[in-house]
């Protein structure tokens, strides 16, 4: 049969019949969006409400702490203007300090609430949590194990800049390196050493940290001179010369209380050592202990007082012979070992 005669043997499809489908499922369509559309709604709002009051809370907080660190920088400024604040308080010092933790407070919000957030709009939408947030639980400790060293270098940094163990103008011993704080950082402590080399620290490595700007320090300072000489007119002589001192600019600002004589350190045969002490602004111990000296020594010349010069330490030289090799039985040709080595002469054929 040709295929002109099984195209005239088939039925003819009715015309209707796809209009028909085409309405069905058309109305099937609207049904289901209309059974719909009202969870969309709500959850197109719910997402978007979630948004804006993320986005609103993000800036109130943010704005909120820019507001608090500006008000401890201004009361920094304001207590610096004074006299006695001028002290004891360093400006740029607590300008970076409030400016770290500022920061750090910034970061630490934004991401709880944009994090809070992301998760509520992804519930919004149905989304099972649990493994989302059992993989970014793998992936938080697999990068704390690979970044240990940053993670712990930031730990440090957030700590010492809270408890404020050091700031921008301290002198500090760090351990691995010490000087002058010139800059205070989340990661790393930049120091002017004393040469004027500038050290990179990591905080994370330092271990223990000696803060000379702290508090006070102490100017210790030892007099020599004779057993035979007058005590009493000693303490006269040194009294009189640190009271000057005291008196007179800048030193009146860098002693911070009396110079003490606390009396003898040692007594010995050709000497015996007076100690004197002051208590001294921080950092600036070792300056008063040389006009000190200067001053001490300049008036026990004028009255008649020999100062004697210090004995040379001679357990600190050690023994010189410490340095030389154990003598060696090589070293005598008349020892059997150096006999031994001696290589064998050659018989004398002549003979």
Same mark, same amino acid.
């Given at each position: 049969?040709?295929?002109?005669?099984?195209?005239?043997?088939a039925?003819s499809?009715?015309?209707?019949g796809?209009?028909?489908?085409?309405?069905?499922q058309?109305?099937?369509?609207a049904?289901?969006?209309?059974?719909?559309?009202?969870?969309?709604?709500?959850?197109g709002?719910?997402?978007i409400?979630?948004? $804006?009051?993320?986005?609103?809370?993000?800036?109130?907080?943010?704005?909120?702490?820019?507001k608090?660190?500006?008000?401890m920088?201004?009361?920094?400024q304001a207590?610096?203007?004074?006299?006695?604040?001028?002290?004891?308080?360093?400006?740029?010092?607590?300008?970076?300090? *409030?400016?770290a933790?500022?920061?750090?407070?910034?970061?630490?919000? *934004?991401?709880l609430?944009l994090?809070?957030?992301?998760l509520?709009?992804?519930?919004?939408f149905?989304?099972?949590?649990?493994?989302?947030? $059992?993989?970014?639980g793998?992936?938080?400790?697999?990068?704390?194990?690979?970044?240990?060293?940053?993670?712990?270098?930031?730990?440090?940094?957030?700590?010492?800049?809270?408890?404020?163990?050091?700031?921008?103008?301290?002198?500090?011993?760090a351990?691995v390196?010490?000087?002058?704080?010139?800059?205070?950082?989340?990661?790393?402590?930049?120091?002017?050493?004393?040469?004027?080399?500038?050290?990179?620290?990591?905080?994370?490595e330092?271990?223990?940290?000696?803060?000379?700007?702290?508090?006070?320090?102490?100017a210790?300072?030892?007099?020599?001179?004779?057993?035979?000489?007058?005590?009493?007119?000693?303490?006269?002589?040194?009294?009189?010369?640190?009271?000057?001192?005291?008196?007179e600019?800048p030193?009146?600002e860098?002693?911070?209380g009396?110079?003490?004589?606390?009396?003898?350190?040692?007594?010995?045969l050709?000497?015996?050592?007076?100690?004197?002490s002051?208590?001294?602004?921080?950092?600036?111990?070792?300056?008063?202990?040389?006009?000190?000296?200067?001053?001490?020594?300049?008036?026990?010349d004028?009255?008649?007082i020999t100062?004697?010069?210090?004995?040379?330490d001679?357990?600190?030289?050690?023994?010189p012979? $410490?340095?030389?090799?154990?003598?060696?039985a090589y070293a005598?040709?008349?020892?059997?070992?150096s006999?031994a080595?001696t290589?064998?002469?050659?018989?004398n054929?002549?003979?």
């Open positions: 049969m040709s295929l002109s005669a099984l195209l005239a043997a039925p499809p009715e015309p209707g796809s209009l028909d489908e085409a309405a069905k058309a109305g099937n369509a049904g289901w969006v209309e059974e719909n559309w009202s969870t969309w709604l709500n959850t709002l719910r997402i409400l979630i948004a $804006a009051v993320a986005v609103v809370l993000r800036h109130l907080v943010r704005r909120a702490l820019s608090f660190i500006e008000r920088n201004r009361s920094a207590v610096q203007a004074t006299a006695l604040g001028s002290l004891l308080v360093n400006a740029e010092r607590r300008r970076q300090r *409030s400016e933790i500022g920061s750090v407070l910034r970061s630490v919000a *934004s991401f609430i994090g809070t957030a992301a509520m709009i992804l519930g919004a149905q989304i099972n949590l649990a493994p989302l947030l $059992a993989s970014a793998v992936a938080g400790v697999a990068l704390g194990f690979g970044a240990r060293n940053l993670v712990t270098d930031f730990l440090s940094g957030v700590f010492m800049i809270l408890e404020d163990q050091y700031g921008v103008g301290d002198t500090i011993d351990g390196a010490s000087g002058e704080v010139v800059e205070v950082g989340l990661r790393v402590t930049k120091l002017r050493g004393e040469n004027g080399a500038i050290w990179y620290v990591r905080n994370g330092v271990k223990r940290i000696g803060n000379l700007s702290q508090g006070w320090s102490t210790n300072v030892d007099v020599q001179v004779r057993p035979t000489e007058d005590l009493e007119r000693i303490r006269a002589v040194i009294t009189e010369a640190a009271q000057e001192m005291a008196k600019d030193w009146t860098r002693l911070w009396p110079v003490e004589i606390l009396g003898l350190d040692t007594v010995l050709e000497s015996m050592t007076v100690r004197v002051a208590k001294t602004m921080p950092g600036q111990a070792v300056g008063v202990e040389r006009e000190l000296r200067w001053r001490i020594k300049r008036a026990l004028e009255a008649g100062m004697v010069a210090a004995a040379p001679e357990d600190a030289a050690g023994d012979t $410490a340095g030389m090799a154990a003598p060696s005598s040709a008349t020892s059997p070992q006999l080595a290589p064998i002469p050659p018989p054929i002549a003979k």
